[in-house]
């Protein structure tokens, strides 16, 4: 069923926590447990919850995010009436780094916002991993009568983003804070405001453009009136690259992958790209991984995520690691706690081995 908002994806925020694993590609499109790609989430997200359109706004190197999601046909977004667009966006704001929600993009895209039919708008970001229905926040804020509604998670892990002190009487947000350790109330940067109230506010703050939305809402705690909304399943903060480590490992946890991709109502969807089936030879080692269509294993691999078409040889092995599309792995390399970008070629006995601080990282096409 058709509801009544529209969703904008913030895909252009800029960051330098994730390496050259971000050199040439968005956040948003990071590959993800094996097939994914992390704007399937958001998106997934939404046209589960009936959304019919839908904003991505892109960074100025777009192409991996124009060549996955196309015009939207896998999500059901391709469409007379609505659909998938892609808004020109910037990565420059006021806090540069970790900025989400520009009001310089929604300025430049106010013609998607005047046209849209439906009265309120959801945004998110690019970088959660869960499957969220949105159609509760968005009835909860429509019936609230709020100028705003946030989404949050109580969590423990006071790493980044920003944080909610809420009024435990009225749940309505007093404070908005980054990395306040005085509060659990992680936002999760989404929030559902109406069309009206978004045209009014790029209208007052038309001189102000480089400003992020929510450093508007932070100016005006005590003036506008803020909701919350807790999220309590699962999700998967992915803000620099150890979480992006963490998070695909929680993938080979049987509960949280069923919770994520075993809704058969709310599927997480992606791409098609039609691959064999994987050969596991008979020197084949396998334990607690996930391995995508199109491989060949002929050595061993454990607690790992293996992508499309990649080759494990003889004698190799593949250790808490996260191997991305089109990798070989020669004959007795070796490869611990690290992530290899696509195209990347192990060397025949070459060992490598992440640290404490982090995983080791290979490039796209790099030769180790």
């Not at 999500?75 to 780094?97: C, D, K, Q, S």
């Not at 949105?134 to 109580?154: N, Q």
Request: proline share 4%.
């Amino acid at each position: 069923m058709k509801i009544n908002a529209i969703g904008i994806i913030s895909a252009s925020y800029k960051t330098e926590d994730f390496g050259i694993l971000t050199n040439k590609r968005p956040v948003a499109s990071l590959p993800f447990a094996g097939r994914y790609r992390l704007i399937d989430f958001p998106i997934s997200n939404m046209a589960n919850s009936g959304i019919t359109t839908v904003g991505i706004v892109t960074p100025h190197y777009y192409r991996s995010i124009l060549d996955h999601v196309g015009i939207g046909k896998p999500w059901g977004l391709a469409r007379n009436t609505g659909g998938l667009f892609m808004l020109p966006g910037t990565i420059y704001g006021t806090r540069e780094v970790g900025s989400r929600f520009l009001l310089k993009d929604l300025m430049r895209n106010r013609i998607f916002l005047e046209r849209a039919s439906e009265d309120y708008v959801i945004f998110t970001d690019s970088s959660k991993i869960m499957n969220f229905d949105m159609r509760p926040l968005i009835k909860a804020h429509a019936e609230s009568g709020l100028d705003i509604t946030m989404l949050y998670v109580k969590t423990n892990n006071q790493k980044g983003g920003q944080y909610l002190t809420i009024d435990e009487t009225s749940g309505e947000v007093t404070n908005l804070t980054d990395s306040d350790k005085a509060t659990e109330n992680r936002f999760l940067d989404c929030f559902v405001t109406s069309k009206e109230f978004l045209l009014n506010l790029i209208d007052w703050y038309r001189s102000r453009s480089t400003m992020d939305l929510t450093d508007i809402f932070k100016l005006n705690i005590r003036r506008y009136s803020i909701g919350s909304y807790e999220y309590k399943d699962y999700v998967g903060i992915i803000s620099d690259v150890n979480d992006f480590m963490k998070v695909n490992r929680d993938m080979l946890k049987d509960d949280i992958r069923k919770e994520l991709f075993g809704n058969a109502e709310r599927p997480i969807i992606t791409k098609v790209l039609d691959a064999p089936p994987t050969l596991y030879e008979p020197t084949a080692d396998v334990s607690n991984s996930l391995i995508s269509s199109g491989c060949i294993i002929e050595g061993t691999v454990e607690n790992s995520i293996i992508f499309r078409n990649v080759r494990v040889m003889p004698g190799a092995v593949v250790k808490d690691a996260i191997v991305m599309q089109h990798v070989t792995v020669e004959k007795d390399a070796y490869i611990e706690n690290m992530i290899c970008d696509k195209y990347v070629n192990v060397s025949e006995g070459v060992r490598l081995k992440g640290g404490r601080g982090g995983p080791l990282i290979a490039g796209k096409g790099e030769q180790l």
